[in-house]
T-cell receptor, first 112, second 111 residues
């Protein structure tokens, strides 16, 4: 079946602009997670959705970052007023069971 | 944020050799997961461990959930060139919760 998909695959933006990253989870998966992977770094948790609500937003690095999920499916991560330190690969994962998370291919964001 | 200590950081091995890597944490986790990431791709789940002391295999891969719940190891037997990549451990404290990832082990296999 179809896995987690993310778009765009690559995004180059100028410092100060807003960007939106999209995640389509595996059909039927109720849990959705966003992570960030900076160059040479491990994966850092950003936010977790169960259905449309976000019980854990503890990883969002600043108030410039926000995310929403609609219809218990698609999620959008928005970064306002992008900074160069926001450059990273943003990964989305979804889960049906309570444990196993399946990742998408990521969106590589470059802020110039 | 917190990262788990994973070792070795990188390794070069010859095709056919066995590989071992481990992951340690200062915190207890109730689930350990092992992922492999190829360049330009997202992490792919290899093995999931749910119980302290559990030993689980997936083909040439074997992983164990440490009895203290603070560590895990992954073994790859008879390595092949397609095993090249970065391997990450990840711990999960409870159900439906965020993963804390290890620092990664970069594996390179020579013929």
């Amino acid at each position: 079946g179809a896995g987690v998909s993310q778009s765009p695959s690559n995004k180059v933006t100028e410092k100060g602009k807003d960007v939106e990253l999209r995640c389509d989870p595996i059909s039927g998966h109720t849990a959705l997670y966003w992570y960030r992977q900076s160059l040479g770094q491990g994966l850092e948790f950003l936010i977790y959705f169960q259905g449309n609500s976000a019980p854990d937003k503890s990883g969002l690095p600043s108030d410039r970052f926000s995310a929403e999920r609609t219809g218990g499916s698609v999620s959008t991560l928005t970064i306002q007023r992008t900074q160069q330190e926001d450059s990273a690969v943003y990964l989305c994962a979804s889960s049906l069971s309570e444990y196993e998370q399946y990742f998408g291919p990521g969106t590589r964001l470059t802020v110039t | 944020g917190q990262q788990l200590n994973q070792s070795p950081q990188s390794m070069f091995i010859q095709e056919g050799e066995d590989v071992s890597m481990n992951c340690t944490s200062s915190s207890i986790f109730n689930t350990w997961l092992w992922y492999k990431q190829d360049p330009g791709e997202g992490p792919v789940l290899l093995i999931a461990l749910y119980k302290a002391g559990e030993l689980t295999s997936n083909g040439r891969l074997t992983a164990q959930f440490g009895i203290t719940r603070k560590d895990s190891f992954l073994n790859i037997s008879a390595s092949i060139p397609s095993d090249v990549g970065i391997y990450f451990c990840a711990g999960q404290p409870g159900t439906a919760s965020k993963l804390t990832f290890g620092t990664g082990t970069r594996l390179q296999v020579t013929l």
